[in-house]
């Protein structure tokens, strides 16, 4: 081999470059410098995080807070998870990217374990949520086509109102939130949409047009909404006598968030086609998958579809090993154990500054009372007490830590939850 054009740097000489040409900035220096060079797309809390272990972030100047917001569930199992950073390792000192235009030696096990982990057959490896939503259309409109027999062009998919699915045109033609619609147009057509959690309605939008009803089976970003014990089970029904498709988002309910594998499982339904991202990438690389019955996954053909990193052995070298976690069952019982201590402990704040909330395992939607602030204020006020959590809509806040978290993390959250209540401003 020749001598490399760039001689290898130790990682401690390459730090020493790094501090050499910047100089260590504040957090208040940092979020200045973001104001004129980052578009505004975000309205992040003032905190600038440098560093993060488990359950755990600290920011520049060395302030720790407990994460209660886990990157929206792409940290289900907290931050450099040490066999996922093991696995991310070991496959970068191997092999990082080949495209799809070859095999790479680490894509069939995944596909493999995570088929046999959702009980379904085929895996179709994406990148991003969104992408594994519009593929998951694709694949449904396609499966209308050819196995369903609907005219060309005029598939319809059903949706429901307050659906969060991704931030593509295509996507947010069917979203119901002004914010992320208005100024985006002209909409993609061909989607119906229907109130949440109402199967009358859901069974009067399907025909025969219909390819597929696309839905969380538990709204994360309308405020951790849980529908009805038999709504799940009613839509796999009514999908199967309607024959369309159940495809369901499972990219924030699923991989153990909700003390399940999946939600849907909560109902014992298994739907034709599990959209998968966030935590599948395990807080290292964006990781998200299709998972469908061969029936619906096999309408594809070579060069019908497709993505340049897709699939990559990075990817699925760290998707194997959050399949691997997921199989030892251990983080769907923690979720189902300390998803009880929070349930306990947001009954105990009802009528002392919290209105209302919903959970399901780890995860919960809690709704402050107005008068004591917006969750945005309410969010603040948290990180000042050390805990990092994230608004939703009004005065909800939404709570989702690691699934790593101790009893007594979790506690302490409460805590500062019930402090910053009582206290008010
Ligand atoms: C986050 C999310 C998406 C989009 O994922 P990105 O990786 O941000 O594109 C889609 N659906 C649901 C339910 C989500 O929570």
């Known amino acids: ?81 040490p ?52 593929s998951g259309i694709k694949v449904a409109r396609k ?81 951790v909404v849980v ?28 991989l153990g968030r909700t003390g399940r594998t999946l939600a849907v499982e909560h109902e014992g339904v298994v739907p034709d086609v599990v959209l998968l991202g966030k935590a599948l990438g395990g807080g290292i690389v964006p990781v998200s998958a299709v998972v469908g019955r061969r029936e619906v996954l096999s309408v594809l053909r070579p060069g019908e579809h497709g993505s340049t990193f897709g699939g990559n052995p990075l990817a699925a070298a760290v998707g194997t090993a959050v399949v691997d976690l997921l199989e030892t069952g251990e983080f769907q019982r923690r979720a189902t154990e300390l998803g009880a201590v929070l349930r306990d402990g947001l009954t105990a704040l009802v009528g002392k500054g919290v209105v209302g909330f919903r959970s399901r395992g780890l995860w919960a939607g809690v709704d402050i009372d107005p008068a004591l602030g917006s969750g945005r204020e309410v969010s603040e006020r948290l990180m000042r007490e050390g805990v990092l959590v994230k608004d939703t809509h009004g005065s909800t806040v939404r709570l989702a830590p690691p699934l790593t978290i101790t009893a007594e993390e979790l506690g302490s959250a409460l805590a500062a939850l019930e402090r910053v209540l009582t206290r008010g401003a």
């Open 1 to 81: 081999m020749t001598a490399p054009v760039v001689p290898a740097r130790s990682p401690e000489a390459a730090a020493a470059v790094v501090s050499e040409t910047a100089p260590a900035r504040s957090s208040a220096e940092l979020i200045r410098a973001e104001e004129p060079v980052l578009a505004h797309n975000y309205h992040p809390l003032p905190v600038v995080v440098a560093r993060a272990e488990g359950t755990w972030v600290e920011d520049v100047e060395g302030r720790r807070y407990l994460d209660m917001l886990a990157g929206y569930s792409a940290l289900n199992f907290g931050h450099r998870h």
């Open 83 to 134: 066999r996922l950073i093991e696995a991310a390792h070991r496959q970068l000192d191997r092999l990082t990217l080949t495209s799809r235009a070859f095999h790479n030696d680490r894509l069939a096990g995944f596909a493999e374990r995570l088929a046999q982990l959702t009980g379904l057959d085929m895996v179709l490896p994406m990148n991003t949520g969104a992408e594994a939503v519009e």
């Open 143 to 223: 499966w209308a086509y050819e196995v369903k027999g609907v005219p060309a062009d005029r598939a319809t998919i059903v949706v429901a109102a307050e659906n969060f699915h991704g931030r593509t045109t295509t996507i947010v033609s069917f979203s119901t939130d002004e914010t992320a619609r208005t100024g985006f147009g002209p909409f993609a057509p061909g989607f119906r949409i229907v109130p949440y959690n109402d199967l009358a309605a859901l069974q009067a939008a399907v025909d025969e047009t219909t390819a597929a009803v696309l839905i969380e089976p538990i709204q994360g970003e309308a405020g």
């Open 227 to 254: 529908p009805d014990d038999g709504y799940l089970a009613g839509v796999r029904e009514l999908t199967r006598r309607a024959n369309c498709l159940f495809v369901a988002d499972e990219i924030q309910s699923g």
